[in-house]
């Protein structure tokens, strides 16, 4: 069974930073790629960053150059720093482990970001 955890959510102040982690058990963390995604209150689930297993990263336009997401094999942990965190960044981010055609979610953690 394989589980997945995210942490680090809070509440922050504009232009601030946070860390989130994805805690992924199991073998599978060594094969997988990890995606982070994010749901803002009454808008769909949209894909912010990817980190494949190789080490490939991609982001989403809307977070470039703001969000970092770096790989730690030995804890099977994914995280994704945030910095320069606007408003319209409040959401829950969730991740997701995919290999090949399964996929795993974790149960989200909140981000929210004061004005």
């Known amino acids: 069974q394989v589980q997945v955890a995210e942490s680090g959510g809070g509440l922050v102040q504009a232009g601030g930073s946070l860390r989130l982690s994805c805690a992924v058990s199991?073998?599978?963390?060594?094969?997988?790629?990890i995606r982070w995604y994010r749901q803002a209150p009454g808008k769909e689930r949209e894909w912010v960053a990817t980190?494949?297993?190789?080490?490939?990263?991609t982001y989403a336009d809307s977070v470039k150059g703001r969000f970092n997401i770096s790989r730690d094999n030995a804890k099977n942990t994914v995280v994704l720093q945030i910095n320069a965190l606007k408003p319209e960044d409040t959401a829950v981010y969730y991740c997701?482990?995919?290999?090949?055609?399964?996929?795993?979610w974790g149960q989200g953690t909140q981000v929210t970001v004061s004005s």
């Open positions: 997701k482990a995919v290999r090949g055609v399964d996929g795993y």
């Open positions: 980190m494949t297993s190789s080490g490939t990263t």
């Open positions: 199991g073998s599978i963390f060594l094969f997988a790629a």
